[in-house]
């Protein structure tokens, strides 16, 4: 009992050991560009946390984030890599905003649901060919999810520019050409803000604060995927098939069927990236909707160490160097680049400390071995 803590001690420092490693690295680039590392530092967690609306839009930033990160993290343990989020998201989005304009008349304890339901279906059904062509041709998934990915892209622009569009908006002002997108979603089909639940507690948050009932829910979910994984029947034969498909099926696991159930599930967790954003803060779908959630989920998976909770301080962690960033780029004058190259860093940083730390421990655990 006491090995086991003192290994997971290890592997749980390994994530902030590999933060100040990139923040290390990061500050080599930060003098490159003649800017003192502390100050940026200092303002990136000043502008970040000194009020309580720049925390909420932190918590706005995380929330695709978490749901991104599931889905990448989810497949991760199945032993599958699903580089396809980005993909699933586009189209998971899509649905939702198609069920969200065009369905009228429904109240909202159905119609939103059904939008949620609309979402998480488009995204599990853009995940279902790549997973039955490697179960019966074995086509390699992240060849086929990353195809699927670019036609994705093609077929969201195809709708809603040619089929979808709402040709009704009015002409911007100045610009003399409408917003590309599709009509805008039915009110019942909205998430409310968290306006008002936090003003009980004496948080005010100003209306650009787009901060909604998605976050608690991705929370919620993160628990209940770390509850399916290791606490139900099912999360067990995924664990199992993810370390050993060989070992499975000896056991009696169908490797096939977990296969497909547990990519479809991540799929359809990706089908719910896009969710805050449509229905808390655009309330339509347009050709400059958000990009690069299915992509980024897959460092915060990373980060997160493939661990439902690990996935929850991960895509924090990401939310508040969004915020920083606009921080840094605003008093200090450091680009927005500079912060793309503190996230790449820190992934790097994390992938070699955890393979240092694995190699570590495994030695650890032979000379134990030999010693008894």
């Not at 997973?131 to 086929?144: A, N, P």
């Not at 347009?286 to 301080?313: E, Q, R, S, W």
Request: net charge positive; hydrophobic share 55%; charged share 15%.
């Amino acid at each position: 009992m006491k090995k086991n803590l003192k290994y997971k001690i290890l592997e749980g420092i390994s994530p902030i050991a590999a933060m100040f490693l990139a923040a290390a690295l990061s500050s080599i680039i930060i003098l490159a560009i003649k800017k003192n590392p502390v100050e940026v530092y200092f303002t990136m967690f000043t502008f970040s946390f000194r009020r309580m609306d720049s925390i909420a839009v932190i918590l706005f930033n995380a929330t695709p984030l978490i749901f991104s990160g599931l889905a990448v993290a989810l497949s991760f343990r199945v032993g599958l890599f699903n580089i396809g989020v980005e993909g699933q998201y586009l189209i998971g989005a899509f649905m939702a905003a198609l069920a969200g304009f065009a369905v009228k008349g429904l109240p909202w304890f159905i119609h939103f649901p059904m939008v949620v339901l609309a979402a998480a279906c488009g995204g599990g059904l853009w995940a279902l060919l790549p997973i039955v062509l490697k179960i019966k041709r074995g086509v390699h998934e992240v060849i086929t999810t990353i195809m699927m990915n670019y036609i994705s892209f093609s077929l969201i622009h195809f709708f809603i520019a040619d089929i979808f569009m709402d040709k009704q908006q009015k002409m911007l002002m100045g610009l003399g050409s409408p917003i590309i997108r599709m009509p805008k979603i039915q009110p019942s089909a909205l998430i409310p803000g968290m306006h008002s639940f936090l003003s009980i507690f004496g948080i005010n948050l100003p209306k650009h604060v787009y901060l909604n009932w998605f976050f608690p829910l991705a929370i919620l979910l993160a628990f209940g995927i770390f509850y399916l994984l290791w606490f139900t029947p099912f999360g067990y034969e995924l664990r199992v098939v993810g370390h050993n498909r060989t070992a499975a099926k000896a056991s009696g696991i169908n490797p096939q069927k977990v296969y497909i159930k547990g990519f479809l599930l991540s799929g359809a967790i990706a089908g719910l990236i896009g969710l805050s954003d449509l229905l808390g803060y655009f309330g339509y779908m347009d050709l400059d909707f958000p990009k690069g959630y299915g992509f980024t989920g897959i460092a915060v998976a990373l980060i997160g160490k493939n661990n439902p909770l690990g996935v929850i301080p991960a895509a924090l962690l990401f939310g508040f160097l969004n915020r920083g960033a606009e921080g840094i780029q605003t008093f200090i004058g450091v680009p927005m680049d500079t912060v793309v190259i503190l996230q790449g860093l820190m992934i790097l940083s994390i992938v070699i400390i955890s393979e240092v730390m694995v190699r570590y421990i495994r030695n650890l655990e032979k000379k134990e071995a030999r010693l008894s």
